[in-house]
């Protein structure tokens, strides 16, 4: 949550600042600022609302400055607004600060310097953090550098921050502690960021910044400490992301782009690992610790949001092909019960970002406590990927859109991946069905790409419902966990309420809100539950429910008792969640868009939840 850049070059810095935040707003986009250093002074330019009004603010303004840091936020301390809005100045105005995170004692911080005599002018932990360094080197006489290294050490929570100062004015600090920092490259300069996409269009190598490690860059060289003082040795990485994968390509939207993406999401994540014709699945992330996989006596999948609905579809996967029981923990509620974690035990961290704070905080406990901790993570070099024992990468290409679409289809596709390959193993599936399996996931990707040919269908459907207040879906089996992604994505993104069900758990509760008035979407693929979720669309219709049912091609009896259907092809049952989710993607895409909302950056949410 909150983007962060920098520069530091020969460049103009405002027009890179601008365009990088472009490329981060999916982090956050409650408000926007940059800070320069014009002639030695600091300028700063900040807005409520989105880069587009930020732009707007500067206008033709347009600085000469070759240094700048630049933030896009998500609210945490104090409402959207321009004052709370960073880049924030020091007391004495010598020092601004940009900041991803949360400073845990800021209250304590600001009393004490209240004391002082410092005054605030925001809400925000962040301008007290900065007011908290001046105080340092201006109180014991210190260089910045070594105001914020000492200031880090007293700090409690999350950061990742960028630091300019009038009195250095050639100088660029950053830090990170539990946020991400990436630093890019280039001949003589410099660039940072949140995460590595505002960086590719300059240099392709970049340097990880690690949890309490400094970068400090000036004259065209940097240096790496630790809040100890002692040098760091970073690597300097080559990331290979294309341009055009952060791109919109066309599309209207980045949603739209990445649920269309899904045929070559899918097959670039099996690509290398799974080859039906020679029964071929190779996955190097599960070499080390495969054994510990088959020995499982429980798996536990720990995630949040759409990763922890592809955490539920795998438990049925998991359960389903290779006999481990399989418990599937929200990482927030994980980590803050003391959960029963003993030495050797099996997490696995879902996380497309691979920076969620609950989902990073409850892998910590975990190798705490000795689990073997795997990671299914879509971001390279992210958090989770560097401190999970081992895993497997999606390899879909960025996901921009804040409500996760390719990325959900891939996390299953892996999962599926892994399941399959521990239950050959250990010898709880057939090879008969492994390769049929095997055969029928391969084929997945053309499949998709015949669910999303329905995309005129789906959107006809959705103008229909436009204006509906609320959404019931319902699913059973493997279905079930699409059921909660559908009306994720509904609510995500159009803000109609929606709730996702078991179909049949609809009669302890939800069906005494059906009337006329209640589109039900019912996901109704022939499987082994088809008959009874034929039941609970009888059900629906006793109660003048409007159904919407998901059947798979060429059913003719669904389309005898429901409002509307909309065909998939055929799979075998646990691989349909892949295929059933297309449509609740699409509708939720065109319901938003008719409603005229912001489908890439819906009302208060943000695609990477760095705060816990
Ligand atoms: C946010 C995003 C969701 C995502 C969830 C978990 O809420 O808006 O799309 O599913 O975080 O994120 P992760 O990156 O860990 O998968």
Known sequence: MCGIVGYLGSQPAHPILIGGLKRLEYRGYDSAGIAVLEDGQLCIEKKKGKVADLEALIGDNQYSSTIGIG????????????????????????????????IENYGALKEDLNQKGYAFKSDTDTEVFISFIEYIKESEGLSLEDAVRIALTKVVGAYAI????????????????????????????????????????????????????????????????????????PQIQTIDIELEAIEKGGYEH???????????????????????????LVLGGIREYKQALINAEKITFVACGTSWHAGLVAEYIFEDLCRIPVEVEYASEFRYRNPIIKEGDIIVAISQSGETADTLAAIELAKDRGAIVFGIVNTVGSSISRV????????????????????????????????????????????????????????????????????????????????????????????????????????????????????????????????????VVVIATRDSSYDKVVSNIQEVKARKGVVIAIVTEGDVLIPKMADFTIEVPSTHE???PLISVIPLQLLSYHIAVMRGANVDQPRNLAKSVTVE
């Open 388 to 519: 999970t024992h081992e895993g497997a990468y999606l390899h879909a290409g960025p996901e921009i859109g804040v409500a996760s679409t390719k990325a959900f289809t891939a996390q299953i596709t892996v999962l599926t991946m892994i399941a399959l390959r521990i239950a050959h193993l250990k010898g709880t599936i057939t090879e008969r069905r492994y390769n049929e399996l095997l055969v029928e996931l391969e084929g997945v990707p053309d499949k998709v790409q015949q669910a999303l040919d329905f995309n005129d269908k789906v959107e006809t459907i959705a103008d229909l419902f436009q204006d509906a207040k609320n959404f019931l879906y319902l699913g059973r089996g493997y279905n079930f966990p699409v059921a909660l992604e559908g009306a994720l994505k509904l609510k995500e993104i159009s803000y109609i309420h929606a709730e996702g069900y078991p179909a049949a758990e609809m009669k302890h509760g939800p069906i005494a809100l059906i009337d006329e008035n209640m589109p």
């Open 71 to 102: 933030h896009t936020r998500w609210a945490t301390h104090g409402e959207p607004n321009d004052l709370n809005a960073h880049p924030h100045l020091s007391n004495n105005g010598s020092l601004a600060i940009i900041h991803n995170g949360i």
């Open 574 to 576: 646990a691989l349909m």
């Open 254 to 280: 980045f949603m739209l782009k990445e649920i269309f993406e899904q045929p070559k999401s899918i097959a670039d994540c099996m690509r290398g690992r799974l080859k039906a014709s020679t029964g071929q």
């Open 162 to 233: 960028a630091i300019l100062s009038s009195d250095e004015p050639d100088k660029l600090i950053v830090a990170r502690k539990g946020s991400p920092l990436v630093i890019g490259l280039g001949k003589d300069e410099f660039f940072v960021a949140s995460d590595a996409s505002p960086i590719i269009e300059y240099t392709n190598e970049v340097i990880y910044l690690e949890d309490e490690e400094i970068a400090i860059m000036q004259n065209g060289e940097y240096r790496v400490i630790n809040t100890s003082d002692d040098s760091q040795n």
